[in-house]
C-alpha cells in the first residue's frame, strides 16, 4: 500500500525517533510497514525512506538506489558522486560512525522536502552498525553516494533535514536546478556559493 509522505512542518520529522524492540522487529506488522515503504520509495521515486517519514518516530529507514536511476546521469556525474547502485536493505537502530575527515559537496533533495533541492556537504566514507529486517547484527561501510544517503537517512532518525546542513544560498526549486544548473554545479557553486 502506497503511503503518504509527510512534508517539512509536521512535527514528527523533528523528533528523535525511537529505537525498535526485539519483539517489535519480529511481528508481522513491521514486516507489512517495511514493504509499503519500499511500494512508496519507487513510486516516489526516491532512494531512501525513513520511518519519521510516513509518520512513524522509529528508529527505521529503507535504501535502494536502483541502476535505472542512473541513466540520466552522465557517466562524468556518476563518477565524481561515487554513485553505484545499491540494493534494497533495512537499517533498524543505526548508528553512525564517521571514517573520513573530509567532506564532498553536492546537491540533494528530501521526499519530505518536496520540490527543492540544495548543496550539502557530507562525509566521504561511514560505517553504520544496524539490525537488518530479521534483527540481525549488520555492519556496512560506505563511500560516495551510498554514504550520502545513509547520512541523509540517519539524519531523519534524529530529527534533522538537510536544509539544517546545506549552504542556504544554494537552494533552489528542482525545476531550476534541473533546468539551469545541474550540468553546471560548477558556476551554481561560484554564484550562490
Ligand atoms: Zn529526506
Redesign the pocket.
Known amino acids: 500500500m502506497k503511503l503518504e509522505i509527510v512534508q517539512a512542518g509536521d512535527p514528527v520529522l523533528r523528533q528523535l525517533a525511537r529505537p525498535l524492540l526485539a519483539d517489535e522487529i519480529a511481528a508481522p506488522g513491521l514486516q507489512q510497514t517495511i514493504a509499503d515503504m519500499l511500494e512508496t520509495l519507487r513510486l516516489a521515486p526516491g532512494v531512501g525512506l525513513?520511518a519519521p517519514?510516513i509518520g512513524l518516530g522509529l528508529q527505521l529507514a529503507i535504501i535502494e538506489d536502483r541502476p535505472q536511476y542512473h541513466a540520466a546521469w552522465t557517466p562524468e556525474q556518476l563518477r565524481a558522486r561515487q554513485r553505484r547502485p545499491v540494493d534494497f536493505h533495512v537499517l533498524i537502530n543505526p548508528e553512525l560512525e564517521i571514517d573520513s575527515h573530509s567532506q564532498v559537496e553536492f546537491f540533494e533533495g528530501?521526499?519530505?522536502v518536496a520540490g527543492y533541492t540544495a548543496e550539502v556537504g557530507r562525509h566521504c566514507r561511514v560505517r553504520v552498525r544496524y539490525l537488518d529486517q530479521h534483527g540481525e547484527k549488520q555492519v556496512v561501510e560506505a563511500e560516495g553516494w551510498y554514504a550520502r544517503i545513509l547520512q541523509?537517512e540517519i539524519d531523519?532518525l534524529n530529527g534533522t533535514?538537510?536544509i539544517d546542513r546545506m549552504k542556504p544560498r544554494t537552494f533552489m526549486s528542482l525545476a531550476n536546478y534541473q533546468d539551469r544548473w545541474r550540468n553546471a554545479e560548477d558556476e551554481a557553486r561560484r554564484i550562490f556559493g
Open positions: 525513513a517519514q528530501c521526499l519530505s541523509h531523519h533535514l538537510y
